[in-house]
Structures are given as C-alpha cells and as structure tokens.
C-alpha cells in the first residue's frame, strides 16, 4: 500500500479535513444520545382537569407528581388574568298564544244514595187536603191501611186528640190556631213511639181571600149614620158604604170608624180591618178635590 506523501501541500489540507470531519461526527453522535447538560425548565403550566377535590388525575400515578416540573424562583410565575363579565344571554322567544291551563279533574262519583224503605202503613189520602188561613177549628179526615187503635194522627210532628173508626180511617180535631198563618203541613198516622209508622201528605194553608178596597174617607150625617168612602183597586171607582152593606158577593161592613173599617167573610166568618189611607187621587175624586179656604172657626153670622 502507497502511503501519502506530507511533504505535497495537498496531501496535508486532505488530512485536516478528515480529521475536522471526523471530529465533527464525534460530537454529532455526543449530543445526540448523551447531550450537553440539563436543559432550562419551561414555564409553561401543565394542562389539567376539573375534578372534584381528593381526586387524581385519569391515568396519572404516584411518580407522575415527583417528576412534575419545579418552580426555581419567583420570576417564573405568571399572573392568570380571569375574566370576570358575564356573558349576555339572548331573551328567550315567547309564544304570547300559549296561556296556562287548569288540570281537568274528574269529577268525583256521586254516591248512590241509600233506598228509603217503605212505611209499613199506608197513609192514602186526607180529607180536606185545602184549607184557608184563619178559619175555625175542623175535622181532619185520614184513609189508608193497616192502622191500628193506638196509632195517632200527627200534625206537622205535633200528635192530635185522634178517633180510631177502622183499620182503613182515622179522624183528629185541628184547632184554628195551628192554621193562623198560611204554607204547607205535613201529615202522618204513628204509634208514639214511632214503631209504626206511614208515609206523608202535606195539607194545604191557603191565604184568605181579602177585599179588594182601600179606606179612603168617612161621611158623618146628623142622625149619625156613618158612610165609608172605599176606593176599588181595580178601577179606582170611589164607593160609598154603610153598615150592613154587602161588597164583592161576601164581604159585609160591621164597622165604620175614622180608623178603619171591618168587614167579616160571610162564606169563611174570617174578619178583615182596613185603615183609612189617602188611596190613589184620580180627577173628579172626592180626595183629588181642594179643601175649601175658612175664615173662621166658627161659621155662625156675627151679630
């Protein structure tokens, strides 16, 4: 083998470069497994997750937290800025169609109500089933079935003094002042003790018929015979009335006074009293007419 001659200036450059290159090489592989020392730490912070306090990072251990980067000095903190507005919120579109509606509630069941059982006696009719307010004490009547003596007739729960005829009818006394004033009684046939018992009719107190007439005046005349000025309120037509007088077919006056007037029903012998009043002024009445103007108390001629 040839060796190269130094003494040529060529010769040497190619071994100066082979060395250079060589060196080089050296110190490309050097940095590249080994390196030159331990580089600066950054200062970036690492990325985490929100978790809940006491948990661990997904997937970090135990040597992960010792080999976490260091700070070295105060310098390398960086201030986080945070931003503190509150973000606007688009108002929500409303439908001004939609309106609240109630629940619908079923309606609760009517209770069946309970049957009624039937009176073990029969209460058929009475007799009279109409009578007028004020009249005098009478006879009521009672058919049916199945009465027996110590049953009673009731009036409106009040027990009357009652006549036993038969097991088919029965008869009570009813006073007057039990029909004073007018509505509906109810009558029924029991024993006192409500052992047995009948079904109910209801007895009819109808108000009284009552003349149609207002007291509007009084005429006196020297025999003292005393005339009533009654006005009728159907044609407001003025009468003149005297004792013993008959109005409407069944009404007659036994008294004139200037208070009032009676007049007794001759069909039910129920009194009636009118006061006088002022009635309704009509042209041409008695009432409509000017009281004429007195000079004096005393109407006698001065002498």
């Known amino acids: 083998m040839e060796l190269a001659d130094f003494t040529k200036p060529g010769e040497k450059k190619k071994l100066i470069m082979a060395v250079a290159l060589g060196f080089i090489a050296i110190l490309f592989l050097w940095w590249t497994f080994i390196g030159f020392g331990s580089a600066k730490p950054s200062a970036t912070r690492p990325i985490t997750t929100s978790q809940g306090p006491g948990t661990r990072p997904r997937g970090a251990q135990a040597s992960d937290l010792s080999s976490a980067p260091q700070v070295d000095s105060v310098n390398d903190l960086q201030v986080i800025k945070v931003s503190t507005a509150v973000p606007v919120v688009q108002e929500p579109r409303r439908n001004i169609f939609a309106y609240y509606e109630a629940p619908v509630r079923a309606a609760s069941p009517t209770p069946t109500p309970t049957p009624t059982p039937t009176p073990p006696v029969l209460l058929a009719s009475i007799s009279p089933a109409n009578v007028y307010a004020k009249t005098a004490d009478f006879t009521l009547e009672?058919?049916?079935?199945?009465?027996?003596?110590?049953?009673?007739?009731?009036?409106?729960?009040?027990?009357?003094?009652?006549?036993?005829?038969?097991?088919?009818?029965?008869?009570?006394?009813?006073?007057?002042?039990?029909?004073?004033?007018?509505?509906?009684?109810?009558?029924?046939?029991?024993?006192?003790?409500?052992?047995?018992?009948?079904?109910?009719?209801?007895?009819?107190?109808?108000?009284?018929?009552?003349?149609?007439?207002?007291?509007?005046?009084?005429?006196g005349t020297p025999h003292h015979v005393d005339t009533a000025l009654l006005q009728d309120k159907n044609n407001k037509e003025i009468l003149g009335v005297q004792r013993g007088d008959l109005l409407s077919g069944r009404f007659r006056v036994t008294s004139i006074s200037e208070k009032e007037v009676v007049f007794v029903d001759t069909n039910l012998k129920i009194n009636h009293r009118l006061a006088m009043t002022e009635g309704e002024k009509t042209a041409g009445s008695p009432t409509s007419r000017p009281t004429p103007r007195v000079d004096a108390e005393d109407d006698e001629p001065k002498l």
Do not use: C, H, W
């Open 142 to 219: 009672v058919a049916g079935d199945k009465f027996t003596s110590e049953m009673r007739i009731f009036f409106d729960e009040r027990e009357l003094p009652t006549k036993y005829k038969g097991p088919q009818q029965m008869s009570a006394s009813v006073t007057a002042a039990m029909i004073a004033n007018p509505g509906l009684r109810q009558i029924k046939v029991r024993t006192p003790d409500a052992r047995e018992y009948s079904n109910q009719i209801g007895l009819t107190v109808a108000p009284p018929p009552t003349p149609n007439y207002s007291y509007v005046g009084i005429f």
